[in-house]
């Protein structure tokens, strides 16, 4: 029996569109599969444990994808430019999904992530730009640099309730956002976090006190962005040390 993958098996001048493995144990793939540009189907063992860095980077022709239920990790860039996958299914609870791991994945319109994942890492669906729906799971408490830069299709997120940190150009470009609700959980938003959007309305609890800010957090493009706030509340005194340009601040009785 394969015992596992010592190098790259499928080149990009292959033109094997399917591959299966007859035994449901546990293989090393040790990116053996990776710019296997031809390849639109991938059947993984049941029992396979690791999806690792680059596994199948630039598997340009890849359409979904079936994690296995003993996979707790995706590897760094594990995805990054299968530029024709459209599904992803989780069959057991990832807890961590590294760095860049879907970042070009083009054509990714939906995903369900599952509740055990508790942050998404930089650059994690960076220029993900037909991705139109996702839910955030509750136990989420750091959203990366770059995380969701470019997906300019995004409809407007929910963010969870124990959410703690936006990084850096977080949801630069996510022109479909109108609404964001901040969580009072936030403590720091990174410079650009929503610069270059869609958004129109900002909603402030009166709890809500930040650590950590950048001016250029909000970025406006040539319209008016309303901050709704509590008056007397941290981010009402803090308002012009926040909020540059054209924002109008609407007090709210109920916040």
Same mark, same amino acid.
């Given at each position: ?5 010592? =190098? ?7 033109? *094997? ?26 059947? &993984? ?21 079936? *994690? ?6 995706? =590897? ?6 299968? !530029? ?30 599952? #509740? ?5 890492? $930089? ?5 993900? #730009? ?32 124990? &959410? ?15 609404? *964001? ?44 962005? !309303?901050?709704?706030?509590?008056? /007397?509340?941290?981010? $009402? ?7 540059? /340009? ?10």
């Amino acid at each position: 029996r394969c015992e596992g993958f010592l =190098g790259k098996i499928l080149s990009s001048e292959n033109s *094997v569109e399917y591959v299966s493995f007859e035994s449901d144990k546990n293989i090393e793939l040790n990116r053996g599969l990776s710019l296997a540009t031809s390849l639109k189907r991938v059947e &993984l063992p049941s029992e396979l444990l690791q999806i690792g860095t680059l596994e199948f980077w630039s598997c340009e022709k890849l359409e979904q994808i079936i *994690v296995p239920k003993n996979i707790s990790v995706i =590897g760094d860039s594990a995805f990054q430019e299968c !530029k024709s996958l459209k599904s992803i299914t989780f069959e057991g609870d990832i807890t961590e999904i590294q760095e860049e791991a879907f970042k070009y994945c083009i054509s990714l319109s939906e995903i369900e992530l599952p #509740e055990t994942i508790t942050n998404i890492a $930089d650059e994690t669906f960076y220029s993900c #730009e037909s991705l139109v729906n996702l839910s955030l799971p509750d136990a989420l408490t750091d959203i990366g640099e770059y995380a969701f830069y470019g997906c300019s299709s995004l409809n407007d997120l929910s963010l969870p309730s124990g &959410l703690k940190n936006i990084g850096n150009h977080a949801f630069f470009g996510c022109y479909s956002f109108e609404n *964001v609700f901040l969580p009072v959980t936030v403590v720091s938003i990174g410079a650009y976090a929503y610069a270059e959007t869609g958004v129109k309305d900002v909603y402030i609890p009166s709890e809500l006190t930040l650590s950590e800010y950048k001016e250029s957090s909000f970025v406006i493009n040539e319209k008016e962005i !309303k901050i709704h706030v509590t008056e /007397g509340s941290w981010m $009402d005194e803090h308002f012009d040390e926040m909020f540059l /340009g054209a924002f109008s601040k609407i007090y709210e009785t109920d916040n």
